[in-house]
């Protein structure tokens, strides 16, 4: 069953290997660089996904399968590289729109939710 994985698949689609239960596919990024792997640590302690525009898909598909494993709202800030304001997507659906700050806040509620 393709939901039927734990942590530790995900962590090793993230260092670049199969991850032992048919998860991921070399045709979607999952590998992590060194400083992807330190903001996915931070969401994984914030509870949502903080990146900006110019970041990988990596990190988004990753998060997505973490959110599955452990049941949360898979919810993503995404910053404007001006760093003037954000997005927040629900579940792949933008759901908020405006300054860092309040698009934080919104993360927050979200993820406060679940």
């Not at 239960?21 to 903001?39: C, D, M, N, P, T």
């Not at 933008?94 to 934080?104: L, Q, R, T, W």
Request: proline share 1%.
């Amino acid at each position: 069953m393709a939901r039927d994985y734990r942590m530790e698949h995900i962590d090793r689609l993230t260092r670049g290997r199969a991850s032992g239960a048919k998860i991921g596919s070399r045709a979607v990024g999952h590998h992590l660089h060194k400083f992807e792997r330190e903001i996915y640590e931070r969401a994984l302690k914030k509870g949502y996904l903080d990146i900006d525009e110019r970041s990988r898909t990596n990190l988004t598909n990753v998060w997505m399968k973490v959110c599955v494993v452990k049941k949360w709202p898979c919810v993503v800030l995404v910053k404007s590289s001006d760093r003037q304001s954000a997005t927040v997507f629900l579940e792949q659906k933008e759901v908020y729109g405006g300054d860092i700050s309040a698009a934080k806040k919104y993360a927050r509620e979200l993820v406060n939710k679940k």
